[in-house]
Nanobody, 114 residues
């Protein structure tokens, strides 16, 4: 079993920054990918930033140049640094881990006010 615990969400003004963290625990040997998805009200969940075990990153076009994903392997933690936040970034952000199956965190709310 895999357990993901997110932190770092909150309310911020447009142009501000937040850093999300996701700590993974449990049976995490053989992780393929970790990253972040988000879901805004009335919209489908979308991929935001993904990081493979080989160091390959993939960002949504809407966040390129503003968001940065990173990982601390020793802590089994993945981070999402979000800069120049926009109101359209408002969503629940979910940590994601792929190790054979897909695992999800409980979600953390990010609200960007205009």
């Amino acid at each position: 079993q895999v357990h993901l615990v997110e932190s770092g969400g909150g309310l911020v003004q447009a142009g501000g920054s937040l850093r999300l963290s996701c700590a993974a625990s449990g049976n995490i040997i053989g992780i393929n990918t970790m990253g972040w998805y988000r879901q805004a009200p009335g919209k489908q969940r979308e991929s935001v930033a993904l990081l493979t075990i080989f160091g390959t990153t993939n960002y949504a076009d809407s966040v390129k140049g503003r968001f940065t994903i990173s990982r601390d392997g020793a802590k089994n933690t993945v981070y999402l640094q979000m800069n120049s936040l926009k109101p359209e970034d408002t969503a629940v952000y979910y940590c994601f881990l792929r190790r054979g199956a897909d695992y999800w965190g409980q979600g953390t709310q990010v609200t960007v006010s205009s």
